[in-house]
């Protein structure tokens, strides 16, 4: 009996048991529905084969992608103080903090990065809205400042990637204080007579679109992204009026002269390339030099 129990049974057991799916082999898309396998979503940068839909990209993925041959040599952000306020609503920041660098293997909401693109030296400035919704606070104002002054260092163009919902209500005024201190870093750019490109990517909104992602000497967007300030149903409660079609989507702006180029995912690292190029030749960027 012990025989039958301990060893024969337990086979049949496996034999006919339901096998387990991971949940991670098979992604929804948001703009029609499909059923993508995420190898093959993989394989096509994470945009829906049946409907061009633009997923959400891993900011080192981003970087991958963008640089020559993949080269992405990260940079060290300054350190910051953690938890400034003291912050706690329905728990405490610091936990927030703590639960979020687990995920991301201990980065914030920003990762930057230098290498070539197209040939041409670049520092690149990518955001994780995974992190806390990609919110800037403290430490994502200095890794862009760091970014900046790479740049000057490399004398290379700086090209920033914002995936974010605005500014970390966690950090209070010290976060919002991040938009002019962003904007101060871009002029330092172009003091130098260097390029500062913004690729906007979904979603780009709040205190980011506020400051340093509407400052690009070129402005990229991927479809579909959603661009804006506040929210289609707070501007429509605020003006009493039903927006347009396809409001604050990546298209729109481009119709309204917001935009210079959507550029899909996969044309992005050319012409990306051929923008820094151009902006890199002598005396194309002399405003100050």
Known sequence: MNWLTNFVLPKIRAAVAKREVADNLWHKCPGCGQMLFHRELDANLRVCASCGHHLRLD??????LLFDDGAVHPIEPPKVVADPLKFRDSKRYADRLKDAHGKSGGRDAVIVAHGTVGGAPAVVAAFDFEFLGGSMGLAVGEAFVAA????????????????????????GILALMQMPRTTLAVEMVREKGLPYIVLLTDPTTGGVSASFAMLGDVTLAEPGAVIGFAGPRVIEETIRETLPP??????????????????????????????IDLLMRPGVMEVGA
């Open 246 to 275: 396809g409001f604050q989507r990546a298209e729109y702006l481009l119709e309204h002269g917001m935009v210079d180029m959507v550029v899909p995912r996969a044309a992005l690292k050319a012409t990306l390339g051929h923008v």
């Open 148 to 171: 900046a002054r790479l740049a000057i260092e490399r004398r290379a163009a700086l090209v920033v990637v914002p995936a974010s919902g605005g500014a970390r209500m966690q950090e």
């Open 59 to 64: 900011p080192m993925r981003r970087l991958e």
